[in-house]
């Protein structure tokens, strides 16, 4: 997914530049013509649609959702500085996966890398409450929990890992 | 009552500005301001090559450099749009000199409390203050430095509330009520003889929502203090981090909302149109009212135990907001800029880059905004990649502007040679610095981490040479504006 946000954020981000550097280049040419407010009417409805669009597209399908306890496995993760604790140490692919997630302290927050360091899915660990989250593992490999949430001098230490492995038949 | 201002409502070329009420007051806090930011980049600086591993640093005062850095930006950021704001909303209102020098006093004061709990106490529990980790360093840092530095932001907080007490007071006195200066009247269409400026509509709404936002996070300072002192008194995490991000968020925005009185007041002078305020604008600045204090849930969107209405408002807001600022704020600049003929010297030419830069960071931010995207972005080098774009390229550079149009001269005249040489360096510093954590996000770096894996060196040391450029740019701007200050006043 981050490739793709990426490349949509660049590329509006540089067709805004581009109206900022031709708005800026343009101040020896013609003043805006009558026509000027009616763009602006049809940006802002443009926008607002767009929006309305976007936002029902992405959250239709609620993104906190979860599987439904009977499918699924479930994980307990606990936080501490400067610690990770997780009961399950290997996770079968293929299968959804609650993890459910406890501080004993202060803020963290649970962030799950594939081997290769990209950061698949997180949640907040917060003092006094459990938070859940669903995530499905495709593929069987070592995988990384780093803290998200800055929590004290030894923050890039709150690091652990655990298994995905191939699902048994 | 300046009855003298009354015609000028809206364009204010009279008005010279060596006669705007407490302009030294206002000019000193310039050079305080620029000093800072100059520090406050060079810490920056620091810890990207401290990732980089260019250089060695103990993680302790890495994350203390962190804290000061995140305190010193946002406070510096809150302090040159608070002294933007009165310079020019002196032009319409009559401000009390003493208040301002008393919210100076107590900004410093905030400062000293601040550095000393940083520097002497080994706080590094971050800008934010996340509630317990104050309490819980881990041994870092005792219980007295925490303390203090929370005391240092009541005691700034304390100062911005009397000096939104005076511009209150003031704009009530002058527009009869903050409802007509917030230009209700424009917005249904009554008749107003003596429409509030721009800068009065921005500063009446700046007022409400900063005043909550100080208030709100008082509150939960002095619950943090008291969770301090008192063991056993215990706050509810998720609610003192609501409270934490309302404030947070709604400062660091209005530190913008204030500076951006600076494009108003002055870029007429360089367009030669003045800069109005009619309905659309109106309604834009009363949504603003609304939007920045209903958008600080995007900042908890991972936190799953919320209401999940809050969470979808958070996205939603995220995303309307860019209408007012996109629609309103930067296609009225492009209508007021082409065709105008105008000048490009420095301050122009900062002013319009800063509501370019404060636009488009509003991009990969309301993106970020989204529930599944900050799924795997929130908390990474995606989130300072945002709001660099527009503090570095937006209100710092709308700060940058006012202080090159302080030391103008007489006449406007073309850019020279080393005003073009900054500009570009710290043009191009700044946009490959963004850019850079941009990536680094999309690259999955977490964000506020002392010590990064060998993977992420190759980002670390490529920001590192931008932040150069960044620091050299502002070295220019900050050094040219105290030598001129200097020539102007001897
Ligand atoms: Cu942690």
Known sequence: MQPVVLLISLILMAALTAAFWLAARASRGEAPGPKANSKRTGLIWAMTIAGVIISVGSLRQWPH??????????????????????????????????????????????????????????????????????????????????????????????????????AEE | MSTASEPAAAGHAATEPSAAPQAGAVKLTMILSGAVFALMMVFGLIMRAAQGQWIELDPALFYQILTAHGAGMVGTAALSGAAILWYFSGRHVVLTAGIYWAFLGLFLLGVVLILGAIFVGGYGGAWTFLFPLPALSGGAWEAGAAAAFMLGYVSIGVGFLLYYLELGRQIHARYGSLARALGWNLILGREDKNPPPPTIVAAAAVTIFNSIGIILGAAVLVASLVHLLVPGFEVDALLAKNLIYFFGHVFINASIYMAVTAVYEILPEYTGRPWKSNRLFAIAWNAVLI??????????????????WMLV??????????????????????????????????????????????????????????????????????????????????????????????????????????????????????????????????????????????????????????????????????????????????
Not at chain 1, 74 to 100: C, K, L, R, Y
């Open chain 1, 65 to 166: 959702a979860l599987a439904s306890t009977g499918d699924a496995l479930e994980v307990h993760v606990s936080g501490g500085q400067w610690w990770w604790d997780i009961d399950t140490t290997e996770i079968p692919a293929g299968t959804p996966v609650n993890f459910n997630v406890t501080t004993e302290d202060v803020t963290h927050g649970m962030g799950i890398y594939d081997s290769g360091l990209t950061l698949l899915t997180q949640v907040q660990a917060i003092p006094g409450y459990t938070t859940k989250l669903t995530y499905t593992f495709t593929e069987p490999g070592t995988y990384q929990v780093l803290c998200m949430e800055f929590c004290g001098v030894a923050h890039h230490d709150m690091v652990n890992e655990f298994e995905v492995v191939a």
């Open chain 2, 291 to 308: 939007f920045v204090m209903a958008v600080y849930w995007h900042h908890l969107l991972q936190d799953v135990v919320m209401p999940p």
């Open chain 2, 313 to 490: 408002v958070g996205q939603l807001v995220s995303y309307f907001s860019g209408i007012p600022l996109i629609a309103v704020t930067a296609f009225s600049t492009f209508l007021y800029v082409r065709g105008s003929k105008m000048t490009w010297d420095l301050a122009s030419s900062l002013l319009v880059l800063s509501v370019a830069g404060w636009s488009v960071g509003s991009i990969p931010a309301s993106i970020d905004g989204m529930i599944s995207v900050n799924k795997v972005m929130h908390n990474t080098m995606w989130v300072p990649g945002h709001f660099h774009t527009y503090l570095l390229l937006g209100e710092v550079a709308m700060a940058f502007g006012f202080m090159a149009w302080l030391v103008r001269g007489k006449t406007i005249s073309q850019m020279g040679g080393l005003d073009r040489a900054a500009f570009a360096t710290y043009l191009a510093g700044a946009a490959g610095f963004v850019t850079v954590f941009l990536f680094s996000g999309a690259a999955s770096i977490p964000r506020r981490w002392a010590v990064h894996y060998e993977e992420w060196l190759t980002h670390d040391r490529i920001g590192t040479l931008f932040s150069v450029l960044v620091v050299l740019g502002t070295l220019i701007f900050v050094l040219r504006f105290v030598a001129r200050l200097g020539r102007s006043e001897g």
